[in-house]
């Protein structure tokens, strides 16, 4: 089993509508869980971060760590077309751990 | 406003040739990362540093070395580029000491075509 699993899409809705992007893993010891975005012919960004369980809110932008399910979730509400990008969930055990990336999902935000 | 800079966005290379890729942060980071990231396969580490002079293996370091003579600068070497090194090849910075190492810092990445 991979270490961490994420639909590579692309996954296309209309602009205003509510996504979802989602990551599996398979080590329960993951604390940290980050979302990175990357737009076309750029580095991935940072876009939100979690530490262990539970919601955090940045804008239209919500990431969800349930580790009893082993399962995290970006949602961005009312999308837009500059929504359009590659996101790439990504995890760490410990501070200083190196960060094990899933293979990100692309996303196009239709106008 | 933290800036890594790549020495090329795009690089075309013969098969056997010695390549250089080159990575400067100008935000004072201890560690620097060297990832390469194909479709399919997503991001992989290929070498990783925390201090100047120093160097870790990450994931995929076979046919890659390294140096790190200055904190700013961290260069991966191809010694002899082949067909399965095409890629694009991502550098990043993060700061060690109170951050995790979650909050890394990507380059715009250079793309390499080996022929």
């Known amino acids: 089993q991979k270490e961490v699993e994420q639909d590579p899409g692309p996954l296309s809705v209309p602009e205003g509508a509510i996504v979802s992007l989602n990551c599996t893993y398979s080590?329960?010891?993951?604390?940290?869980f980050m979302w990175y975005r990357q737009y076309s012919r750029k580095g991935p960004e940072l876009l939100m971060y979690?530490?262990?369980?539970g919601n955090k809110e940045d804008g239209r932008f919500t990431a969800q760590v349930d580790k009893s399910s082993k399962y995290i979730s970006l949602f961005i509400r009312d999308s837009q077309p500059s929504d359009s990008a590659t996101y790439l969930c990504?995890?760490?055990?410990?501070?200083?751990?190196?960060?094990?990336f899933g293979k990100g999902t692309r996303l196009h935000i239709l106008p | 406003d933290v800036k890594v800079t790549q020495s090329s966005r795009y690089l075309v290379k013969r098969t056997g040739e010695k390549v250089f890729l080159e990575c400067v942060q100008d935000?004072?980071?201890?560690?620097m990362f060297w990832y390469r990231q194909d479709p399919g396969l997503g991001l992989r580490l290929i070498y990783f540093?925390?201090?100047?002079?120093?160097?870790e293996k990450g994931d995929i370091p076979e046919g890659y070395s390294v140096s790190r003579e200055k904190k700013e600068r961290f260069s991966l070497i191809l010694e002899s580029a082949s067909t399965n090194q095409t890629s694009m090849y991502l550098c990043?910075?993060?700061?060690?000491?109170?951050?995790?190492?979650?909050?890394?810092?990507f380059g715009p990445g250079t793309r390499l075509t080996v022929t």
């Open positions: 990504a995890m760490i055990l410990n501070r200083d751990d190196k960060i094990i």
């Open positions: 540093s925390y201090d100047v002079k120093m160097k």
């Open positions: 979690t530490y262990s369980s």
């Open positions: 990043a910075s993060s700061p060690l000491g109170q951050n995790p190492t979650y909050e890394q810092y």
């Open positions: 935000m004072d980071h201890e560690n």
């Open positions: 080590n329960s010891a993951f604390q940290y």
